[in-house]
């Protein structure tokens, strides 16, 4: 056989599809971090669940739950609802929180400069002859629908700090943008989470935060951001890395001759700041 034969053959072998290899961009089970959060106002967030080991809390945006950098409630009474860590498993999650006893009990805290929050809601205990582990609510919480295989947490050996993320890697955003589309139209389900896939565009030194090449939209704020991080051609880590707050505007002033006036124009610019998992762990880390 002559070299260019081979070269042709090998080639057509290398893009012949590999059955049964196929495999989703992140892990299965990576598709249940994101949870709606339902204030009985109405209003509509993002979040996820982050464990300790010990204990389990829901992370968000501090503005999902306040007004602006108060400590005035949105609302009183919130739905969380999440799906199973299995894709192929139906049925919801859902964790009800009476806002009001919670700040009471202490178990919310707000961070004091940037915009998260994170809220005690169970405590993981571990049958000694089985080995399972389940969840048992704090006062102010109660879990009232369960899949059978149960709420997927982010572990701490999953969360990556401000300082080993790295510029140009790709992430994905995931939240449940309830403001998009127009109401009664059905493209979306509110009730289903989307993902936007991106890069780290850059980030803030002096604050901790990530700059995100992707936009996100009212209903975002709290979602988790996973990065992948490529160890080698083949293997790729998966971390969760921040918190979504908010868009970035632009801003464009608009002259209009004729009038002799102007107004300011305020559009989303197609990027997206979120805070870092280290004020989160702060937070969690307080006696």
Same mark, same amino acid.
């Given at each position: 056989?002559?070299?260019?034969?081979?070269?042709f053959?090998m080639?057509?072998?290398?893009?012949?599809? &590999?059955?049964?290899?196929?495999?989703?961009?992140?892990?299965?089970?990576?598709?249940?971090?994101?949870? +709606?959060?339902?204030?009985?106002?109405?209003?509509?967030?993002?979040?996820f669940?982050?464990?300790?080991?010990?204990?389990?809390?829901?992370?968000?945006?501090?503005?999902? &739950?306040?007004?602006?950098?108060?400590?005035?409630?949105?609302?009183r009474?919130?739905?969380? +609802?999440?799906?199973?860590?299995?894709?192929d498993?139906?049925?919801?999650?859902?964790?009800?929180?009476?806002?009001?006893? +919670?700040?009471?009990?202490?178990r919310?805290?707000?961070?004091?400069?940037?915009?998260?929050?994170?809220?005690?809601?169970?405590?993981?205990?571990?049958?000694?002859?089985?080995?399972?582990?389940?969840?048992?609510?704090?006062?102010?919480?109660?879990?009232?629908?369960?899949?059978?295989?149960?709420?997927?947490?982010?572990?701490?050996?999953?969360?990556?700090?401000?300082?080993?993320?790295?510029?140009?890697?790709?992430i994905?955003?995931?939240?449940?943008?309830?403001s998009?589309?127009?109401?009664?139209?059905?493209?979306?389900d509110?009730?289903?989470?989307?993902?936007?896939?991106?890069?780290?565009?850059?980030?803030?030194?002096?604050?901790?935060?990530?700059?995100?090449?992707?936009?996100?939209?009212?209903?975002?704020?709290?979602?988790?951001?996973?990065?992948?991080?490529?160890i080698?051609?083949?293997?790729?880590?998966?971390?969760?890395?921040?918190?979504?707050?908010?868009?970035?505007?632009?801003?464009?002033?608009?002259?209009?001759?004729?009038?002799?006036s102007?107004?300011?124009?305020?559009?989303?610019?197609?990027?997206?700041?979120?805070?870092?998992?280290?004020p989160?762990?702060?937070?969690?880390?307080?006696?």
């Open positions: 056989m002559s070299k260019l034969a081979y070269v053959l080639a057509l072998v290398s893009m012949a599809p &590999l059955e049964g290899l196929a495999v989703r961009a992140i892990p299965d089970d990576n598709l249940a971090y994101p949870v +709606l959060v339902s204030l009985d106002t109405g209003s509509k967030g993002s979040g669940f982050l464990s300790t080991g010990t204990s389990v809390y829901l992370v968000t945006a501090a503005h999902v &739950l306040f007004e602006d950098s108060s400590w005035n409630l949105r609302g009474q919130v739905e969380l +609802l999440c799906y199973s860590k299995k894709p498993e139906t049925g919801k999650n859902i964790i009800r929180l009476d806002l009001p006893v +919670l700040v009471t009990e202490k919310i805290r707000k961070h004091s400069t940037e915009d998260v929050a994170v809220v005690y809601v169970a405590d993981v205990e571990e049958n000694a002859a089985t080995g399972q582990k389940s969840l048992r609510t704090v006062i102010g919480a109660s879990l009232m629908e369960k899949t059978p295989a149960g709420i997927l947490c982010v572990s701490l050996e999953n969360v990556k700090p401000f300082d080993k993320i790295w510029t140009a890697n790709t994905y955003m995931f939240g449940y943008p309830t998009l589309s127009i109401k009664g139209d059905q493209q979306i509110p009730v289903r989470p989307l993902l936007r896939f991106g890069i780290v565009a850059g980030t803030n030194p002096a604050r901790k935060t990530i700059i995100l090449d992707c936009p996100s939209y009212p209903g975002n704020s709290g979602g988790p951001v996973l990065e992948v991080e490529k080698d051609p083949i293997n790729l880590r998966f971390h969760v890395i921040g918190v979504v707050i908010q868009f970035v505007p632009f801003a464009e002033t608009m002259v209009n001759l004729k009038s002799d102007k107004s300011l124009a305020i559009s989303n610019s197609g990027y997206t700041v979120a805070v870092s998992m280290d989160v762990l702060e937070l969690i880390s307080m006696p």
